[in-house]
């Protein structure tokens, strides 16, 4: 009986074993978006800390994180472009990945251009990509 209690499970077995551990910022204006991107990826056991916006990310310096998740807002884009050249300028270490509405092409390319890895409709896509994406930035 003892041996069906116990079962051992390795690393590998986490489908994002990779990502196990690891810290990551997600920067979102909603309340709403930020708290569900948080819950699926403290499921997949990273450390998720949550921001509204990025200047309350860097007064909390403190903390090491690998990977930033960013989603600008479509009706104030330029403005988040700005924040967004601004923050890669000064870390240009980070990995940070986009993820939003779906857009215009010149939005999208005005967003690579800054240093953005990877850029994630939301529209189009599920929130195991995400994960996917991450693994391919860090």
Do not use: C, W
């Not at 990945?97 to 189009?124: C, F, V």
């Amino acid at each position: 009986m003892d041996h069906i209690s116990k079962k051992q499970y390795s690393l590998r077995q986490h489908p994002h074993y990779k990502l196990l551990g690891l810290s990551v910022a997600i920067v979102d204006a909603d309340t709403q978006n930020r708290s569900f991107y948080q819950q699926k990826l403290e499921q997949a056991s990273l450390l998720v800390r949550s921001y509204a916006d990025f200047s309350e990310m860097t007064a909390s310096t403190d903390k090491e994180i690998h990977a930033v998740i960013f989603s600008p807002k479509i009706d104030r884009l330029n403005n988040d472009i700005v924040i967004l050249g601004r923050f890669i300028a000064e870390n240009p270490h980070l990995p940070v990945i986009t993820i939003s509405q779906t857009m215009q092409e010149l939005q999208l390319d005005a967003i690579m251009k800054l240093g953005t890895r990877l850029h994630i409709n939301r529209d189009l896509s599920h929130p195991r990509d995400l994960l996917i994406a991450l693994e391919q930035v860090i």
